[in-house]
């Protein structure tokens, strides 16, 4: 199965693909972790990348559709892919399009996870993650079994540089600027699959389980 998840900053996207990819059998691909994961290896990627995160902007699409195009050429993609933090602007939509067409292939479903604000910013804001594994945490809906570390390895968890409440609250503004219209694009489509993000994590996880099962 080929995926997008949509949704804005905080609503699940991260949470949700965890058990897709574990439940479908494909590979997740989520740019914000290429990105976080360029930034500690301070790579020239890294560098360019950071200073647009930090400030709750979009890294320009230039430097996220190659990627992203590139990583679809993977063998282990075969199967499917969630697509996660991408594509985030009608641009990047119009590239995958195409890449995909090229490929001989197509989208199959765009989750599209729909959350208040208010709860975006409590979410995202209270988040905590796993700088070892990833695996993220909440600090009041999600937590460790021992505070601030994680279940899996211990590590100490930590709180994401674009998670402060002025920059959770730009990049809110910026998926509704420069993000939403892609719920018009795919439903244009007929690939949306609007989901209630609000709900709790495993109500959500099986009302996009019901969704995905309609469609297959
Ligand atoms: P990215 O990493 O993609 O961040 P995002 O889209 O802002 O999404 P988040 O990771 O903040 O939220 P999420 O929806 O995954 O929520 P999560 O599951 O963690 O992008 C970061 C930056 O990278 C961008 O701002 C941009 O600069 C750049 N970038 C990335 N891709 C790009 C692209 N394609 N083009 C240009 N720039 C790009 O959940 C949040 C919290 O809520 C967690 O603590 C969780 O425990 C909790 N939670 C989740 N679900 C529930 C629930 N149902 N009930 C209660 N709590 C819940």
């Known amino acids: 199965m080929r995926l ?18 574990d439940t479908f059998n494909v590979v997740h691909i989520s740019t914000g972790d290429i990105f976080r994961e360029n930034i500690k290896n301070d790579t020239p990627l890294g560098k360019k990348a950071k200073s647009y995160m930090d400030r709750g902007e979009l890294v320009p699409d230039e430097l996220v559709n190659d ?3 590139d990583r679809l050429q993977k063998p282990d993609v075969e199967n499917g892919f969630l697509l996660d933090g991408f594509p985030r602007t009608v641009n990047q939509a119009v590239a995958l399009d195409a890449a995909l067409e090229q490929m001989g292939t197509k989208l199959d479903r ?7 604000s208010d709860l975006l910013i409590d979410r995202a804001v209270g988040r905590r993650v796993c700088p070892t594994c990833g695996r ?80 297959a």
């Open 110 to 116: 765009v989750i599209n996870i729909v959350v208040a």
């Open 67 to 69: 990627l992203v195009v």
């Open 4 to 21: 997008v998840i949509l949704g804005p900053p905080g609503a699940g996207k991260g949470t949700q693909a965890a058990s897709i990819v």
């Open 136 to 215: 993220t945490y909440h600090i009041k809906n999600q937590k460790p079994a021992v505070e601030g570390k994680c279940d899996d390895d211990g590590a100490s968890l930590i709180q994401r540089d674009d998670d402060t409440e002025e920059t959770v609250k730009k990049r809110i503004d910026v998926y509704e600027r420069q993000t939403s219209p892609l719920i018009d694009y795919y439903k244009a489509q007929g690939l949306l699959l609007d989901i209630d993000g609000s709900k709790d994590i495993d109500v959500v996880f099986e009302d996009i389980r019901a969704g995905l099962d309609k469609e």
